[in-house]
């Protein structure tokens, strides 16, 4: 580690200590093996507009008729308006997926489990990464015994699950090689790939190299590729560069991975110096940066003794004024509101701004490189089958004959398989998804894991060139999610191991809270509800997807999950507050909860208690043990005191399909015979030549501070 | 220098990206009902949203992801908690989009999310790893940094990882620049008691 000042120095840290150049480049390393589950674009988009199209369909006095082919709702306003027709575009409505999707048919499991708990001294204890695809596997853990704060590295390797046997892994490149977890087995040799120590500055590059053994550990060689790591960090105006490896996958004929190279730029100096007010929206896009001045939410900060001089716009106020923030009644002192005037838009360009084009585009797309084994120890660069502006969007699989990539950008995600690493065929487009998270082979036809709807779907390549997808979730209930951590494909079918999440407002048929002469029915966790009025039994209000309101209620101002139910002259009459609705919806129940909101000045309001209490199956003695802050749009927030309340996750499952539309279900906890609460997580699933399937389980420590251990759970099909 | 207009953010952000919506390239009906709701204003407007949105996610998704993952120490809860967020960003857009860090917001949106999980779905062991897939080399570093409290461990990932600077770093997380700066400094400090020894090793 070097001490050498960089221009991470703070008023804290003066010379860019030892400390937080190690804290901020193990920030950067750590960031850069964070996979995050995909979830792209247009299924925020979709997401949003479900929730605002369900809005207007559950509307109070809403009637529905699907009408000749346009689709057309009728509704009834509120404010007493006649029914009036609108015609509503199909990109505001549900959206289903343009391939036809089968439900699942639930099936008994034809598994028989062993549970493999071995000896701590013996067997590995802390897994922090094991290799993908099919056994034979290595596995890389702590040394035995020891905890996450003591971490030597420790490689194991299995043929069936069951056996498992220590490597040697002794020469200080490979220990930090291997300590980034891009590990694999190919043609009886173990390869990582990783990056080479002493690259921890953040202007320093980060040269890959891969080290092997071919002889089970005895013996490592280590070699580079030809990849100038450091390019990336020398671009004009470029404040920092990163490398990571973002695949290792063998086939049975070839090994490749993936390199992504992306780039930080650090333009707010550059913006400030350029004469951009500091409390200027900024919108940074590929060509530059627009800087926007006024039309600010003024309806949410309101600068005390200033008067909006229209809807949606503030005054201008004096640029080095220290004014009070006046929220919902609380006060804030020290802050500057607003230093812009009225509307101004600028845009600069990052040539402007002294950013190259280059750099400018790494930014938004970072660089991928693939490298793919030839014949001898070298890794060769090759052409990827296409260039995706969307970041991170090209991923790299490998079934037992194929390499796939998968390219997803905000229209969907195409799907390219090539035998060699280096010549590729385009596959037919895939469903109505962007969200690829696993691709192999069931019986030697392309299988691809996507996310749609509530979770994980098997899409399945049949010889006419169609894509036959299947949701899996549809066994649990019609409401349940999955998420899904793992996915293989091997001799006895397919294999998922995730959580599965049944909606447990919907299975009780709903939750009512009383209060006040109000009733709020909590329709699902998803956050529909309504608001009755008792005494009439009108419905008065609803709220849809936790944000949207109509009619007589509307979300509280303070932003924690709270909605007030007005009268008719707008006045609140009562207020069911956050908590209250969130515990009852996570439990499936009327939860009671007493909210007590602190200002930030010291003053506190007590929400009154509910009425209605939890049915006795559901205690109501929450004691107040955490603080939490939830947030307006802008400005102060209140600090909530929240409850702390029972455990109530999902269930970690594993699914097995031998044909991809008949799956069985069963629980991790069940075959492992232990507590739902004791599973930490469930990283891996993963295949044997002879069929079984392979489950690691992270089963949490009794005893806090002591090592956590695992559970291999090894299932061979009946017959 | 482009002309400063009240229609520049909009061409700005328009010319750059191709519209990839279907919503947004007119495959799906414009028409406007009797009051007008669809008319080609508000389509434009639309279009806007959609582009700028698009822009914004694309440049923001994995960076505040990633930050989560390591402030929260669990990257499918900070998954899950981006896209509520990203959601919820999407739903008022011309609001977020104005503020001086949208990525901040969207930040704190998830963080507050996550913490809203975490306290419902459990209360974990102390010192056991968390965060599944994330093996550093420094294991000792990556101990002290899952010693922080989330509260300071948010602070350390918005000032080091983000880069953000400790103005930004107190709007993003909602508290008193006083505030961050004072729990940057203290988590700098526990970050020091517990990393001195590899200081120590590096003297000749």
């Not at chain 1, 080290?211 to 960090?233: E, M, N």
């Amino acid at each position: 580690m070097n001490g050498s000042p960089t221009d991470w120095s703070t008023p804290d840290d003066p010379d860019g200590s030892a400390t937080t150049d190690r804290v901020a480049a193990y920030l950067r390393a750590a960031a850069g093996q964070v996979e995050l589950r995909r979830h792209g674009v247009a299924e925020v988009r979709r997401h949003a507009r479900r929730r605002s199209a369900r809005r207007r369909r559950v509307g109070v006095g809403v009637a529905a008729a699907g009408i000749l082919a346009t689709p057309v709702i009728i509704v009834r306003t509120l404010g007493g308006d006649g029914p009036r027709m609108v015609q509503i575009p199909a990109a505001l409505l549900d959206t289903a997926p343009d391939a036809n999707v089968t439900a699942a048919k639930r099936v008994d499991s034809d598994l028989v489990w062993n549970v493999v708990r071995p000896d701590r001294s013996q067997s590995p204890t802390s897994a922090t990464a094991l290799s993908s695809g099919a056994v034979p596997s290595v596995m890389l853990s702590t040394v035995p015994g020891q905890t996450g704060d003591q971490w030597t590295p420790q490689l194991w390797q299995t043929a069936d699950g069951e056996t498992w046997t220590p490597i040697a892994v002794n020469p200080p490149l490979s220990l930090q090689v291997f300590a980034e977890g891009r590990i694999a087995m190919f043609a009886g040799s173990i390869y990582a790939v990783g990056t080479a120590p002493g690259a921890t500055a953040r202007t320093d590059a980060q040269p890959i190299v891969v080290t092997r053994s071919g002889d089970g550990g005895t013996s490592w060689t280590t070699t580079g590729v030809d990849l100038d790591t450091g390019a990336v960090a020398r671009l004009e105006g470029v404040s920092r560069g990163n490398a990571s490896i973002s695949g290792l996958v063998a086939n049975e004929s070839r090994m490749a991975f993936m390199v992504t190279e992306a780039a930080w730029i650090d333009y707010v100096p550059l913006l400030v110096a350029a004469g951009i007010p500091g409390d200027a929206g900024i919108e940074a896009g590929p060509s530059g940066i627009t800087a926007t001045c006024g039309n600010r939410p003024s309806d949410v900060t309101t600068p005390e003794g200033f008067v909006p001089g229209s809807a949606g716009t503030v005054d201008t106020l004096p640029a080095a004024a220290t004014t009070t923030v006046v929220l919902d009644g609380m006060t804030r002192d020290g802050q500057v509101v607003a230093r812009c005037a009225g509307e101004s838009v600028r845009t600069l360009t990052w040539a402007q701004l002294g950013i190259s084009a280059e750099a400018a585009a790494l930014m938004y797309a970072p660089r991928q490189h693939l490298f793919v084994l030839g014949d001898g120890d070298t890794f060769t660069e090759v052409a990827l089958p296409v260039v995706n502006g969307n970041p991170y969007g090209t991923r790299l699989f490998a079934g037992p004959n194929q390499f796939y990539v998968s390219s997803s950008n905000t229209s969907g995600a195409t799907l390219f398989e090539s035998s060699d690493g280096t010549s590729w065929n385009e596959l037919p487009p895939l469903p109505s998804t962007q969200d690829v998270t696993w691709v192999g082979e069931l019986d030697g036809r392309p299988a691809v894991a996507v996310h749609i709807g509530n979770g994980t779907a098997i899409a399945i390549l049949d010889d006419s060139g169609e894509w036959q997808v299947t949701e899996p979730s549809s066994i649990i209930d019609p409401a349940g999610s999955i998420s899904t951590t793992s996915v293989v494909a091997g001799p006895s079918g397919l294999a998922f191991v995730g959580q599965t999440q049944p909606d447990r407002v919907v299975a009780n048929g709903g939750v009512a809270l009383h209060q006040d002469g109000y009733t709020l029915t909590i329709v699902n966790f998803g956050g529909d509800m309504t608001v009755t009025e008792d005494a009439s039994g009108e419905i008065i209000g609803t709220v849809e997807g936790w944000l949207t309101v109509e009619g007589r209620v509307q979300r509280a101002g303070r932003d924690d999950g709270s909605y007030d139910v007005l009268d008719d002259d707008g006045q609140i009459v009562t207020t069911f507050s956050g908590q209250q609705i969130g515990e009852s919806s996570y439990s499936g129940e009327a939860v009671a909860v007493s909210t007590t909101i602190e200002g930030p000045s010291g003053s506190s309001t007590t929400f009154p208690p509910p009425t209605t209490v939890g049915p006795a199956s559901n205690p109501t003695s929450i004691a107040s043990t955490t603080t939490a802050v939830d947030m307006p749009v802008d400005g102060t927030a209140p600090a909530t005191t929240i409850s702390d309340h029972a455990p109530n996750a999902g269930t970690w499952s594993v699914m097995h399909s031998t044909d991809g539309v008949s799956w069985s279900i069963e629980s991790v906890a069940e075959i492992a015979g232990i507590a739902e609460a004791d599973i930490f997580h469930v990283d891996r699933v993963q295949t044997a030549p002879d069929g079984r399937i392979i489950v690691t389980v992270r089963v949490r420590a009794s005893v806090p501070g002591q090592p956590a251990s695992n559970v291999v759970l090894v299932g061979t099909p009946r017959g | 220098m482009e002309p400063e207009t009240s229609l520049g953010r909009v061409s700005a952000v328009f010319r750059t990206e191709p519209p990839l919506d279907p919503y947004v390239t007119g495959s799906v009906p414009m028409s406007a009902d009797h009051d007008g709701h669809r008319d080609v204003h508000h389509v434009a407007a639309s279009v806007v949203e959609v582009v700028a949105f698009e822009s914004f996610y694309a440049s923001s998704r994995i960076p505040i992801g990633r930050a989560l993952a390591l402030t929260l120490r669990d990257a499918d809860l900070a998954a899950d908690a981006l896209d509520e967020a990203m959601v919820r960003a999407y739903q008022r857009w011309r609001q977020v989009s104005r503020l001086d860090n949208p990525s901040g917001w969207v930040y704190r949106v998830a963080l507050n999310y996550a913490r809203s999980r975490l306290r419902r779905l459990r209360r974990r062991p102390p010192g056991q790893p968390e965060m599944h897939e994330v093996v550093i080399a420094d294991p000792s570093v990556a101990a002290a940094i899952a010693k922080l409290s989330l509260d300071h461990r948010a602070v350390v990932v918005c000032r080091y990882l983000l880069g953000w600077s400790e103005a930004m770093t107190a709007q993003s997380l909602g508290i008193r620049p006083g505030t961050a700066k004072s729990r940057l400094h203290r988590a700098l400090q526990q970050l020091e008691s517990q990393l001195h020894h590899l200081r120590m090793e590096e003297t000749p």
